[in-house]
């Protein structure tokens, strides 16, 4: 079964400093990997997905994730952030053909001045 | 263009109570989602809608919770009797899916009822 797992559930940093928020998948097959972002008392927003082709992935507002098989590995990267870049952070599997995602447990990243 | 769209935002009720949530998704979008969101968890899978088929509702308990969607746009959930254990956020998404859509599985969410039972 397939798996996500989000070791850090909170990230605290420093404004105009670089973050890297890590996810861990598990499955014996190809998967499609996702970042989304949820604000307080927001929906999800899609941050940025991997389908296929290049392994680094660019999303909106300046992140990036790269996606490492061997790892199975798709941490999400930004090189500086923002206080507005203060949120919940989640990584997500899916498998190709199946409408279904299934998400970490979150990691939520704090940014102060 | 207007998102998924779900009400109501907030939702208080006592224990054993019934409840409704109602979700109209993105126009043109065929595939519809509720997710359950527990506090400082991410969001579990309770029904998919391909058009109005229910195709994936393992993971709903269904001795207390339905779904229906009419007509294969607007979606309602529903609990009764509502317990202690589903205070969540109640998450509707919507997705384009089928087998030319290479962005599948990409899903649009609403911004979620937040259900307190007491």
């Known amino acids: 079964a397939q798996s996500v797992t989000q070791l850090d559930s909170q990230v605290p940093v420093f404004e105009e400093a670089p973050v890297e928020l890590r996810c861990n998948y598990s499955?014996?097959?190809?998967?499609?990997l996702f970042w989304y972002v949820q604000y307080p008392n927001q929906g999800l927003q899609l941050l940025l997905k991997y389908l296929s082709g290049s392994t680094l992935v660019k999303g909106i507002n300046g992140f990036e994730a790269e996606f490492n098989k061997s790892q199975t590995s798709f941490h999400l990267r930004k090189p500086s952030v923002h206080i507005s870049d203060t949120a919940e952070y989640f990584c997500a599997v899916s498998f190709p053909g199946f409408q279904k995602l299934v998400f970490g447990t979150g990691t939520r990243l704090l940014v102060s001045p | 263009e207007a998102g998924v769209v779900q009400s109501p935002r907030y939702k208080i009720i006592e224990k054993k109570q019934p409840v409704a949530f109602w979700c109209n998704p993105i126009s043109g979008h065929n595939t519809l989602y509720w997710y359950r969101q527990n506090l400082g968890q991410g969001p579990e899978l309770l029904i998919r809608y391909e058009n109005e088929e229910a195709v994936d509702d393992s993971q709903l308990p269904k001795d207390r919770f339905s779904a229906e969607r009419l007509k294969g746009v607007d979606s309602t959930l529903k609990i009764q009797p509502a317990e202690l254990g589903d205070s969540a956020v109640y998450l509707c998404?919507?997705?384009?899916?089928?087998?030319?859509?290479?962005?599948?599985?990409?899903?649009?969410f609403g911004q979620g009822t937040r259900l307190t039972v007491v």
């Open positions: 499955s014996s097959v190809s998967v499609y």
């Open positions: 998404a919507s997705s384009l899916s089928g087998p030319l859509q290479v962005t599948e599985s990409e899903a649009f």
